[in-house]
């Protein structure tokens, strides 16, 4: 797709090369000077974000399939975004169109949002990178959130051009250190506007009493406990100084290869795009300042190795089982350290290998599960169905598309990912066994499975403050590395891998599958994930909480200076105003009912969903331990070596998740218990709102799941206004009941992809690719054909 030379309408002749000729109608240029400067838009500036170039008369392109249509405006580059100022915004500014960020406007993109940049030289699209030696006549922005912008320069000033050109690419391209993000920028500036929102009662987990009381929620205190060994990350110092040492180094090499590779070729420039590597035991395991182990492990144990080698509770579920989670000890090939590190886990073994913890299971996602160069591979494959740059290229892969979505391999993906969450769910649900998952450094596929083991046995999870705790308990506080996992600092292309974005989509397809069960909508995931690229945040700039702690100066020895202190993404009265912010929860989501002391005294230790559940038979072992007699397999794992099977068969293994999988479905479905995905071929869909919402063919007006979800709320208010006239007559106080956003109560002016499509600008006329379809007849009058019968059998 993207070696394709359309760039404009269509057509298959090559224009002549344009000189004074305008192909832009006269109605849309501007000829009033006045008239111009009357209507110009003025820059808003986030504190601390400076202007750094511009470039004006830049026609902004509006997709359409044979003519170029557009608005004149300023393009302009800051530290923190780039921005179009359309000199007629009329049109774009009525309140009732947008679901407005109050950070980033409709033709605003930040740095880090940007994915690719292309120019169009002579009708040939080419990939802008370094110093240019001839600049473009038309710019194109291929952004990470799919979006797609089109700006022509052909009428803007020649030296304006270099300059909006050159910033661009140098801004979103080259490689930069974590000082220089807009993050430090914007916290000292707005240091004495920071507010938080006191709605916000997400559980941060960066203090001891955060996980005691997530132990006590789960009712895992009686075997697990807080440690405080890392306070001050004094775990962590002893390697960091080295890392650090060896990550400046890398920079400079880094800034150096992507200088001398400006006047390369492309292919060359894939080969030596500046890179960072920190190999084998420098890629530091991310311990948060406060975790969680089991009882019996000394505390001196954790500091052995950098905490690699020690399992970390993740959750405890209602029968006793847990989930846990260790990262690898670092490969070694000397013998004497090869046998330092097998008595270090013989002495965890021996230490908590005795009741009261249950039998364990093993899952080395490392090495028998997804690796992240499949994920990688997958999703660049898959992005490119949705960066479209105009209709015709739609059009031109619409017969392919199903195909081409086939061979990307990304729903197959989100597929096992769901598949490998419901085996350790049945592990701990059915079996009542503890399930430890290992990993190089626990910081990837880790998070990911674990979030969705919880999302599926936790329902507090499904909840928006749960499942902010839960994000902010297994990513941030477990180590993801948010900066390199979104290159953030465009050092090392290999290391940007979307985890998080694979976790936010599979939750949607539980979402999508079982919508009262979930306190937020698909438009909450959508905007987080929109949000993994606006750096005013420090949720997802850092890669590990003693990053973030030591650049932000908590662990500073300067007294005098004031720590800066960085907004949270959880504060979303930030980006949004109150009427959007009802769109992120969910209208039909219905709060588990609290019992009273009677009931809840009966009930103890029931599970919500235990009575409906086939638990199948445990099976006894001679000698029950958290490691059993499986002490060597888990030191193999651990020591990097590789083995061939895990405890179960495969085919048991298969036997009990079908039979685990298939019951739980033949039941109905309680909302506040376990919840299984369905995982079919067919049941695995695109995350339409996020994926198509910028592709004006892609939506249905008035239709959708808009449409469906306006009717319900309808009928929610007719039964809530009797409600309220049933608790007047008996003298009640009336609850508050959550209203419909305005915005719903229309649907027929809405588009299947609400609220990032509502009200789309003129649709284009399709241009079907194929000549069978252009045999029906004038493509004019089969637009305006309603359900008339069409004999395709000559076609």
Known sequence: MLGKGVVGGGGGTKAPKPSFVSYVRPEEIHTNEKEVTEKEVTLHLLPGEQLLCEASTVLKYVQEDSCQHGVYGRLVCTDFKIAFLGDDESALDNDETQFKNKVIGENDITLHCVDQIYGVFDEKKKTLFGQLKKYPEKLIIHCKDLRVFQFCLRYTKEEEVKRIVSGIIHHTQAPKLLKRLFLFSYATAAQNNTVTDPKNHTVMFDTLKDWCWELERT???????????????KVCESSVKLKD????????????????????????????????????????????????????????????????????????CHNGSALLKMSALPK??????LQIQKSFLDGIYKTIHRPPYEIVKTEDLSSNFLSLQEIQTAYSKFKQLFLIDNSTEFWDTDIKWFSLLESSSWLDIIRRCLKKAIEITECMEAQNMNVLLLEENASDLCCLISSLVQLMMDPHCRTRIGFQSLIQKEWVMGGHCFLDRCNHLRQNDKEEVPVFLLFLDCVWQLVHQHPPAFEFTETYLTVLSDSLYIPIFSTFFFNSPHQKDTNMGREGQDTQSKPLNLLTVWDWSVQFEPKAQTLLKNPLYVEKPKLDKGQRKGMRFKHQRQLSLPLTQSKSSPKRGFFREETDHLIKNLLGKRISKLINSSDELQDNFREFYDSWHSKSTDYHGLL?????????????????????????????????????????????????????????????????????????????????????????????????????GDEDDLAKREDEFVDLGDV
């Not at 009712?219 to 990350?233: F, I, L």
Request: charged content about 20%; hydrophobic content about 35%; some cysteine.
């Open 245 to 316: 040492a060896v990550f400046a180094h890398c920079y400079v090499l880094s800034v150096t290869r992507w200088l001398a590779s400006k006047r390369s070729s492309i292919n060359r420039r894939q080969k030596e795009k500046p890179h960072l590597y920190l190999e084998g035991d420098l890629r530091q395991f991310g311990l948060p300042a406060y975790f969680v182990v089991p009882t019996p492990l000394p505390e001196e144990n954790v500091q052995r190795f950098q905490g690699h080698g020690i399992p970390i509770w993740c959750w405890s």
């Open 676 to 776: 299984l995905p369905h995982i079919e071929g067919p049941e695995i869909k695109v995350w339409a709102q996020r994926y198509l919402r910028w592709i004006p063919e892609a939506q249905i007006l008035g239709g959708g799941q808009v449409a469906t979800l306006s009717k319900l709320l309808e009928m929610m208010e007719e039964v809530q206004s009797l409600q309220e006239k049933i608790d007047e007559r008996h003298h009640s106080q009336q609850a508050p009941q959550a209203e419909a956003p305005c915005l719903l109560r229309n649907s027929a002016r809405l588009s299947s992809l609400f609220p990032f499509a509502l009200l789309q600008r003129h649709s284009s006329k399709p241009v079907l690719p194929t000549s069978g379809w252009k045999a029906l």
């Open 332 to 337: 070694e090939q000397d013998d004497g350290i």
């Open 219 to 233: 009712k895992g205190n009686m075997k697990y406990k807080a440690v405080s060994v890392n306070e001050g990350y």
